[in-house]
Structure formats: structure tokens, C-alpha cells
């Protein structure tokens, strides 16, 4: 993907004095348990100027893109995990893919998300409304992927 230039000054300012982009993983319990923290504020915001997007849409897909960086957590090498969402809101779904080196892509299904009155809240399920989520691992050593529903 070209990535688009961030034009906006005062945004250029904050991202260049902020902590870069990275996921720490940790473990608890003697080993037992496994967990994940992913900063991503560059991640997002170059995704919303490559994809020119709104506010709504920044927030549908930018969690997208923390949901797949927090699961690359799990793979290695040139595994992959992608995950598509098909939905009857407006948003219709969206489709994302992380690689374990940390890259991080999607798209939305429909830019700009529709809406016919002010949004009050930061909840999403309304613009999803019912539907499906597809989660994929795409292993290195092997042809087919793995896929769960």
C-alpha cells in the first residue's frame, strides 16, 4: 500500500513526540498466562488518512486493526491472521490481515458508513446490527488456511 502523507502540522507534531508504534507481550502465573499490550496511535492514524476516513469510520476499523495487531501476538515467522466481519448494519462488514512482523491492513465494506441521525455513543453495534465473524490463521508451512466460525 502507498501510504499518504499526514498534512495536518499540529498531528505531525504529536505523532513524532510520542512513544513509536509496538506491541509488548508478557507473561503471568509462572508462564501460565499470556497477555499483550499494542500502542498503535501512528498505525490508526495513517490508516484513516490512507483511507481518507471519518470518525466513525476511524473507530469501527481502527479497533479492527488493535484486534488483528493484538492477535499477531500469537504467530511467527510469515504467519498471518486475517478476520472478516459480514454484518446486515451499515457499516456491511469489514475484512482485516496482520502478519506477524507487525503490518497491519483492512478496508471497510462501505466508506462512509451511512447515517441517518447524530451518533450519541461510541458503541458500534448498531452500525453492525447481526452477522458473521470469520477468524483465519494463514500458516508459512502450509497451503490451506486454518479457519474457524
Same mark, same amino acid.
Not at 16 to 39: C, M, S, W, Y
Not at 57 to 81: C, F, H, P, W
Not at 84 to 108: F, H, M, N, Q, T
Given at each position: ?7 495536518? =502540522? ?5 505523532? =513524532?513526540?510520542?512513544?513509536? %508504534? ?9 508462564? $501460565? @498466562?499470556? !497477555? *499483550?499490550?499494542?500502542h498503535g496511535t501512528k498505525?490508526i492514524n495513517q490508516m484513516? @488518512? &490512507?483511507? &481518507? /476516513?471519518?470518525?466513525?469510520? $476511524?473507530? #469501527?476499523?481502527? =479497533?479492527?486493526?488493535?484486534? #488483528?495487531? /493484538?492477535?499477531?501476538?500469537?504467530v511467527k515467522g510469515n %504467519?498471518?491472521?486475517? +478476520? #472478516? ?7 456491511? !462488514? /469489514?475484512? @482485516?490481515? #496482520?502478519? *506477524? %512482523?507487525?503490518? @497491519?491492513?483492512?478496508?471497510?465494506? *462501505? ?10 455513543? +461510541? %458503541? ?6 447481526? !452477522? ?8 508459512? *508451512?502450509?497451503?490451506?488456511?486454518? =479457519?474457524?466460525?
Amino acid at each position: 500500500m502507498i501510504k499518504q502523507a499526514i498534512t495536518d =502540522q499540529k498531528l505531525n507534531t504529536h505523532l =513524532q513526540n510520542i512513544e513509536p %508504534d509496538k506491541i509488548d507481550i508478557f507473561l503471568l502465573n509462572n508462564g $501460565t @498466562v499470556r !497477555g *499483550a499490550l499494542l500502542h498503535g496511535t501512528k498505525m490508526i492514524n495513517q490508516m484513516r @488518512v &490512507n483511507h &481518507n /476516513l471519518g470518525i466513525l469510520e $476511524t473507530l #469501527a476499523l481502527g =479497533q479492527s486493526y488493535i484486534g #488483528a495487531g /493484538l492477535m499477531t501476538s500469537m504467530v511467527k515467522g510469515n %504467519d498471518r491472521i486475517s +478476520f #472478516a466481519i459480514e454484518c446486515g448494519g451499515p457499516i456491511k !462488514g /469489514l475484512s @482485516v490481515e #496482520a502478519s *506477524a %512482523d507487525g503490518d @497491519v491492513r483492512g478496508y471497510l465494506f *462501505a466508506n462512509p458508513i451511512p447515517i441517518t441521525e447524530p451518533v450519541e455513543s +461510541f %458503541d458500534l453495534s448498531p452500525f453492525f446490527g447481526p !452477522g458473521f465473524l470469520s477468524v483465519t490463521k494463514h500458516l508459512e *508451512a502450509s497451503n490451506s488456511p486454518s =479457519q474457524d466460525r
